[in-house]
């Protein structure tokens, strides 16, 4: 039985909805890496029903698993290298590159297929892009590409619109020297009412990348689940799991679904058992004092300790006696982050 994702279907999409509706900048649902815990193809599909017409992944290798269910155009957030393959004919014309080196610029102009390409411009967060002094430089290369737009990507911290209001009016001040009037800006990490100022300010389009404020931005609405696989009472002393540590007092060892491959409790502190590390540990609270730690899942409505760490596809958690037993086939409630869950099963319950 599987690690589950359950969906409050119709109001997880009504607000998807709402999150595209209201937004007068045009909104770009991003779907990359594991899929925000949904997966790629189903965000895509889910995109497909938000009736945009473009969505972002993160990499190359993700444009298969997403267009397909999507059917538009698909940005690529990772910016393009010379080692990367161009895409299928096929896919071409819906592949949209991030573009962050003049020379890539220039390599890819000189394909001579005129490919739909998106500049990103250098900001505070340093990571890539092209830095503003070259920007003049790019003018006369853009009449061999489809020039889609400059794209900011923005740290996290702290408030960038007046980053973006410098760097987008120099970057369309350049575009116009090259004879274009004006191009989308494409933006992460601000609200749509910040997005709206600056596409007034700038008198530019606003395209505003977005995952996890979309499709996580209520997690009522989602519930990640566990199966109870097997239940074994034990007594004071017995032992139990790979380390065949000994149980210190009676209770339940319930065995769950839900291990490290699926990214559950990676963060787990490694267990203290050396009498050094539980004196350690038992100066900072006791918590991991006899080589437990709490886990990610609930009984009752209580977070449970693991017995011992987690497996690959399981864990053991362990029930102390007297308290709640589910039963053998039970679901348990996990608490997950979804940016590096794998679920085995997604169900959108109407
Ligand atoms: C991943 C990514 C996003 C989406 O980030 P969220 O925080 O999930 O909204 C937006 N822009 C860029 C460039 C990204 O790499």
């Avoid at 949904?38 to 698993?65: C, R």
């Avoid at 606003?206 to 519930?223: A, C, E, F, N, P």
């Amino acid at each position: 039985m599987p690690l589950s994702l359950n969906v409050d279907a119709e109001r997880w999409r009504a607000r998807a909805q709402t999150v595209i509706d209201g937004s007068s900048s045009t909104v770009v649902p991003v779907t990359k890496g594991n899929g925000y815990g949904f997966g790629n193809p189903t965000l895509a599909i889910e995109a497909s029903k938000l009736g945009v017409s473009t969505i972002a992944v993160g990499e190359y290798e993700e444009i298969g698993d997403v267009i397909p269910g999507f059917g538009g155009d698909a940005l690529v957030l990772s910016p393009w290298r010379p080692w990367i393959s161009t895409p299928d004919a096929s896919l071409a014309d819906h592949v949209i590159h991030t573009v962050s080196r003049l020379d890539d610029l220039r390599t890819l102009a000189a394909t001579g297929n005129r490919p739909r390409v998106v500049i990103e411009v250098l900001t505070s967060m340093r990571r890539h892009g092209i830095d503003l002094a070259e920007l003049p430089a790019t003018g006369e290369i853009l009449a061999d590409v489809q020039f889609e737009g400059f794209a900011f990507h923005l740290p996290l911290a702290g408030d960038h619109s007046a980053e973006v209001r410098t760097l987008g009016q120099r970057a369309l001040a350049a575009a116009r020297d090259a004879g274009i009037d004006t191009a989308p800006i494409w933006l992460s990490h601000v609200t749509p009412s910040v997005a709206d100022t600056l596409a007034g300010d700038l008198g530019a389009d606003v395209r505003l990348r977005m995952g996890t404020s979309l499709w996580l931005g209520d997690r009522s609405l989602l519930r990640a689940q566990s199966t109870v696989l097997d239940l074994h009472e034990v007594r004071r002393g017995d032992r139990y799991g790979y380390r065949q540590r000994r149980a210190g007092r009676g209770g339940v060892i319930a065995v769950v679904s839900g291990g490290t491959a699926h990214g559950v409790a990676l963060e787990a502190p490694a267990p203290a058992t050396s009498l050094r590390q539980r004196g350690i540990s038992l100066a900072k609270g006791g918590l991991e004092a006899f080589g437990r730690t709490l886990s990610p899942f609930r009984v009752a409505g209580k977070q449970c300790w693991f017995a011992e760490p987690p497996h690959m596809q399981c864990s053991m958690i362990w029930l102390p006696a007297g308290e709640a037993v589910p039963g053998v086939g039970d679901e348990l409630d996990v608490d997950v982050r979804f940016t590096t869950t794998y679920f085995d099963d997604v169900t959108f319950a109407e």
